[in-house]
């Protein structure tokens, strides 16, 4: 599966901002899809992943009750929306899928196709 996320910006603190993820490929629905960031001089880090079928998610701390994953697979998309935006969430945000992963949540290593990433700036 091709991934090509979309929908970076700037935005102010306390602000939102949604991210779209695009799939090539008709067995969308058998990945776990999944968001990760990586800011300037840091590693890559889980944000939020949702199962195959969208019934189950799960969140990074630091995203919870702030950002909400979702995916239509009708359309081959995942969709990451942000609200409350702080300047900490400042990154590179790349989507990220894996047909193989048990569970909705995992390292980098654990994913086997990816996004290009788009930036997310935060400023106050």
């Known amino acids: 599966v091709q991934l090509q996320a979309c929908g970076g910006g700037s935005v102010q603190v306390g602000g939102s901002l949604g991210l779209s993820c695009a799939a090539s490929?008709?067995?969308?629905?058998?990945?776990?899809m999944a968001w990760f960031r990586q800011a300037p001089g840091k590693e890559r880090e889980f944000v939020a992943g949702i199962s195959g079928g969208g019934g189950s998610t799960d969140y990074d701390d630091s995203a919870k009750g702030r950002f909400t994953i979702s995916r239509d697979n009708a359309k081959n998309t995942v969709y990451l929306q942000m609200h409350s935006l702080r300047p900490e969430d400042t990154a590179v945000y790349y989507c990220a899928a894996d047909r193989f992963l048990r569970g909705t949540r995992g390292s980098p290593s654990e994913f086997g196709h990816w996004g290009q990433g788009t930036l997310v700036t935060v400023s106050s």
């Open positions: 490929g008709r067995t969308f629905r058998n990945y776990v």
